[in-house]
């Protein structure tokens, strides 16, 4: 797969250097390119803002800077094989399952917008001809710029290439999976820490009770922080032992 990340302040984007997505770029398992948007532009001051056409506050990105640096990152690639991905506040919110449609995709150009955001035409354009274009929010609050939002996708589809998490048994068993529900808590040693200790049933050795304690935990967990997953929970995912939490 790979990345392209276009932005007003590339060196955002340092931080993939580290960790799992740093290792995974230099073994070559993902391609991830980084760039400055004012490298399109075409004037002294390297303009990439405008005041918005109808009034109000603030500045609004061109949207001909943009499409000469989209249009150069395209090349001459198919524009189906390109998903163009625009961080905002107005997207629809990235989810696991958007996620785990995003990491089966070729090609991500994330175009991060600052001030407030990229001229419209610049997302009709793209998706008028052919390319996969996916405006997407982190959530219901408002950042500076795109590129928070950015690092955030790129650590969530990175993470389900093959190859990328070292024990793939650790994807089965997490919050937003198919079971629909948020993971239970987890211990590690000491057993007993500051006068807590680790509930008896996880030291049993019980697999099966282990199994219904943790089950009953990410169910209480659900419906106490997000009732909204418990209602979209569907029969499929009910085991007969789940009992109301
Ligand atoms: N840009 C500004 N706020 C944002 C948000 N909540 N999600 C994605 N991009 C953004």
Same mark, same amino acid.
């Given at each position: 797969?790979?990345?392209?990340?276009?932005?007003?302040?590339?060196?955002?984007?340092?931080?993939?250097?580290?960790?799992?997505?740093?290792?995974?770029?230099?073994?070559?398992?993902?391609?991830?390119?980084?760039?400055?948007?004012?490298?399109?532009?075409?004037?002294?001051?390297?303009?990439?803002?405008?005041?918005?056409?109808?009034?109000?506050?603030?500045?609004?990105?061109?949207?001909?800077?943009?499409?000469?640096?989209?249009?150069?990152?395209?090349?001459?690639?198919?524009?189906?094989?390109?998903?163009?991905?625009?961080?905002?506040?107005?997207?629809?919110?990235?989810?696991?399952?958007?996620?785990?449609?995003?990491?089966?995709?070729?090609?991500?150009?994330?175009?991060?917008?600052?001030?407030?955001?990229?001229?419209?035409?610049?997302?009709?354009?793209? %998706?008028?001809?052919?390319? !996969?274009?996916? /405006?997407?929010?982190?959530?219901?609050?408002?950042? =500076?710029? +795109?590129? #928070? &939002?950015?690092?955030?996708?790129?650590?969530?589809?990175?993470?389900?290439?093959?190859?990328?998490?070292?024990?793939?048994?650790?994807?089965?068993?997490?919050?937003?999976?198919?079971?629909?529900?948020?993971?239970?808590?987890?211990?590690? %040693?000491?057993?007993?820490? !500051?006068?807590? /200790?680790?509930?008896?049933?996880?030291?049993?050795? =019980?697999? +099966?009770? #282990? &199994?219904?304690?943790?089950?009953?935990?990410?169910?209480?967990?659900?419906?106490?922080?997000?009732?909204?997953?418990?209602?979209?929970?569907?029969?499929?995912?009910?085991?007969?032992?789940?009992?109301?939490?």
């Amino acid at each position: 797969m790979r990345i392209d990340l276009v932005s007003v302040f590339p060196e955002f984007f340092d931080v993939l250097d580290l960790s799992l997505v740093g290792k995974a770029r230099r073994r070559d398992v993902v391609d991830i390119r980084t760039h400055n948007l004012r490298d399109w532009t075409s004037d002294v001051h390297r303009t990439v803002d405008d005041t918005p056409i109808g009034g109000g506050a603030g500045m609004v990105m061109k949207p001909d800077v943009w499409g000469r640096a989209l249009d150069d990152l395209i090349g001459p690639s198919a524009p189906e094989t390109i998903t163009l991905a625009i961080p905002t506040p107005s997207g629809r919110p990235l989810t696991q399952r958007l996620v785990e449609d995003l990491a089966t995709r070729e090609r991500i150009i994330i175009a991060c917008g600052r001030y407030e955001g990229i001229d419209a035409r610049v997302a009709e354009h793209y %998706r008028g001809h052919g390319v !996969r274009v996916e /405006e997407f929010s982190l959530g219901d609050y408002v950042l =500076n710029g +795109g590129e #928070v &939002a950015a690092v955030a996708l790129v650590e969530a589809v990175t993470r389900l290439i093959p190859g990328m998490v070292g024990n793939p048994e650790s994807l089965v068993e997490e919050s937003h999976g198919a079971a629909g529900l948020l993971e239970y808590r987890v211990y590690t %040693r000491p057993v007993s820490w !500051r006068e807590l /200790e680790v509930p008896a049933v996880l030291l049993s050795g =019980n697999h +099966g009770a #282990v &199994a219904r304690y943790r089950r009953d935990e990410a169910i209480a967990r659900t419906a106490a922080r997000r009732p909204d997953m418990i209602a979209e929970l569907n029969t499929s995912q009910l085991d007969k032992h789940d009992r109301p939490a």
